[in-house]
């Protein structure tokens, strides 16, 4: 049976990643810190029904003694860093934090690996917020970064650490360079979900707007489902390597939105009001990523429309809010 460690199993890709671990077959045991409200961690796991098919481990990506002890304790096969402090509008507020824990953490985690158990695979959460002021109309591997925010700026420090660790240690560490991915799970923070939220509530007579920001940015969104696929993929080749993964189409907000209202009869244009409070202080106006080297090394592609994903999240969102007290 082979043995996977995941941090960040309490968050979106977390909890998708355990589903697909656990229906290979593999023995998944997820990091998570230690909270007040401990039943927190369980919320995505319990909506896709598998908390209680993963062992839960405490640890923290900023406190190296316990990814080393967390490491020589259960000899993972393949160790996935997904845990970061992963929004990036918050990552002006707490800076030093998110290079701590989206940055430095990473760190810690190949530190954890090389001083203990070698061989284990490492997946870096990656992301396309390094692109940033995109080089290239489309990103891919070789395309310049650009970082506009602590937290890319962060992510970046993870990127190289890993490739670093790679070549000098000849680890197996795989870096996934993921455009925005979305589902049911998202956090609400998120455009997306807060949109889907939104829709439901409007829908449902809770709520009569959504405020929002840069609605002309343009974004890469694929469904998380498929994303994890192709981090698992990652894990399996010979060589470790760096991947894009993306689905090569972008949609502004204002489309995105437009497909969510439209979802229930709604308009978007008689919902949505711009407030200066979301425009961010540097922005990141459009991404769109090449995946055509997963494509071919790793057989990946994705197989669920942004279409398909925005009506799966407003119809979760429908449920959720009707289960809510008004
Ligand atoms: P989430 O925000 O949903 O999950 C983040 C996870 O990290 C949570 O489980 C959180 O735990 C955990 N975490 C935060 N700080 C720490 C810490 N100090 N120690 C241990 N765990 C911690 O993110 P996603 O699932 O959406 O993303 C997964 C990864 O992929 C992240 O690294 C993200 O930056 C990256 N990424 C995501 C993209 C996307 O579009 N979703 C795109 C590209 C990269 P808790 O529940 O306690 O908060
Ligand atoms: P990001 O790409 O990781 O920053 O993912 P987000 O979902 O947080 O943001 C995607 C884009 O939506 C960015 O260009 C934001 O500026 C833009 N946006 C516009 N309005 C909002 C809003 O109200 N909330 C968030 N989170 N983003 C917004």
Redesign the pocket.
């Known amino acids: 049976m082979k043995r996977a460690l995941i941090t960040g199993i309490s968050g979106q890709d977390g909890a998708y990643l355990a589903q697909l671990l656990l229906s290979k077959g593999y023995k998944v045991v997820g990091l998570i810190r230690r909270s007040s409200t401990q039943e927190a961690n369980n919320t995505r796991l319990n909506w896709l029904g598998i908390a209680d098919d993963v062992e839960l481990v405490d640890g923290d990506l900023t406190d190296t003694a316990s990814l080393i002890r967390l490491v020589a304790e259960h000899k993972p096969d393949e160790f996935y860093n997904l845990a970061a402090q ?4 918050s990552s002006w507020q707490q800076p030093t934090l998110t290079a701590n824990v989206t940055g430095l953490g990473a760190l810690n985690c190949l530190e954890a690996i090389r001083a203990t158990n070698p061989n284990t695979r490492f997946y870096q959460a990656s ?3 390094m692109f940033g002021k995109i080089q290239a109309q489309k990103q891919s591997e070789t395309t310049p970064f650009y970082p506009r ?1 602590p ?1 890319a700026v962060a992510k970046l420090f993870a990127h190289w650490t890993t490739i670093n660790f790679r070549e000098s240690f000849g680890i197996h560490a795989s870096s996934g360079i993921l455009f ?1 991915h979305e589902s049911p799970l998202r956090g609400r ?4 979900r ?1 949109v889907t939220n939104a829709v439901a509530r409007i829908k449902l007579g809770r709520q009569k707007e959504v ?5 002309d ?1 343009l ?1 890469d969104w694929g469904h998380a489902r498929d994303y994890v696929r192709a981090m698992w993929l990652m894990l399996q080749q010979d060589k470790a390597d760096d991947y894009v993964v993306a689905t090569g189409r972008t949609v502004s ?1 204002r489309n995105m939105c437009e497909i969510a209202f439209s979802h229930v009869g709604l308009k978007a244009e008689d919902h949505i009001v711009i ?1 200066p409070a ?3 202080p540097a ?3 459009v ?1 769109l990523g090449d995946a055509s080297k997963a494509k071919n090394a790793l057989g990946w592609v994705p197989e669920i429309t942004l279409e398909q994903m925005i009506q799966e999240m407003v119809d979760a969102d429908l449920k959720r809010v009707a289960a809510e007290p008004a």
């Open positions: 992963s929004f990036v509008g992301s396309s917020e925010s937290y925005n923070e998120f455009v997306t807060k405020r929002l920001g840069n609605i940015a974004r907000i407030d979301f425009f961010r922005e990141v106006d991404l």
